[in-house]
T-cell receptor, first 114, second 112 residues
Framework: DGGITQSPKYLFRKEGQNVTLSCEQN?????MYWYRQDPGQGLRLIYY???????QKGDIAEGYSVSREKKESFPLTVTSAQKNPTAFYLC?????????????FGQGTRLTVV | SQQGEEDPQALSIQEGENATMNCSYK?????LQWYRQNSGRGLVHLIL?????REKHSGRLRVTLDTSKKSSSLLITASRAADTASYFC????????????FGAGTQVVVTP
């Protein structure tokens, strides 16, 4: 089935550790996004990528890093520089062409710092 | 602050009633989209309305867009308990390649 898959569903991180969240899509979409969701605050854009080997910072990129080596994959690394990483992380993809059409979301990864 | 802001923040209605929520935004857009999120899950796309459209329907959903007021509304008619979810508007901003900016959402509870 076509779709977008995030893993793991739950992730626990110790203080000072880097962790990487996986996002894979088989929709043949060029654009991919990472959002962070905190309770009652909606979604905030971390990074987005229009095409392979290219990505741009979103509104809250500090403490995060990404790569886009393959069209299907857009992993997000939460580094130790991110001071408050506990949140729900959502990956999405969409077709490009200048106008954004609908975005398809994964089921999310809930990251907790312990 | 967020590009899109929904109002109200929360809404509680009974089955069969209509639910209306509003979204305001600040800058010029290519299109505006509405999404639904069940608790702890990903978002699901509901409907997209382009900047040159004023109204759009999809099943029990009706969306309006007023670009002069920079606002949109989502109406869910004859609500069901299964409509209980959070609803978000998202704007594709004109001069930002079209990346989506989301509001904080409206939490809707439909009681049987």
């Amino acid at each position: 089935d076509g779709g977008i898959t995030q893993s793991p569903k739950y992730l626990f991180r110790k203080e000072g550790q880097n962790v990487t969240l996986s996002c894979e899509q088989n929709l043949n979409h060029d654009a991919m996004y990472w959002y962070r969701q905190d309770p009652g605050q909606g979604l905030r854009l971390i990074y987005y990528s229009q095409i392979v080997n290219d990505f741009q910072k979103g509104d809250i990129a500090e403490g995060y890093s990404v790569s886009r080596e393959k069209k299907e994959s857009f992993p997000l690394t939460v580094t130790s520089a991110q001071k408050n990483p506990t949140a729900f992380y959502l990956c999405a993809s969409s077709q490009t062409g200048g106008l954004v059409t609908e975005a398809f979301f994964g089921q999310g990864t809930r990251l907790t710092v312990v | 602050s967020q590009q899109g802001e929904e109002d109200p923040q929360a809404l509680s209605i009974q089955e069969g009633e209509n639910a209306t929520m509003n979204c305001s935004y600040k800058t010029s857009i290519n299109n505006l989209q509405w999404y639904r999120q069940n608790s702890g899950r990903g978002l699901v796309h509901l409907i997209l309305i382009r900047s040159n459209e004023r109204e759009k329907h999809s099943g029990r959903l009706r969306v309006t867009l007023d670009t002069s007021k920079k606002s949109s509304s989502l109406l869910i008619t004859a609500s069901r308990a299964a409509d209980t979810a959070s609803y978000f508007c998202a704007t594709a901003i004109t001069d930002s390649w079209g990346k989506l900016q989301f509001g904080a959402g409206t939490q809707v509870v439909v009681t049987p």
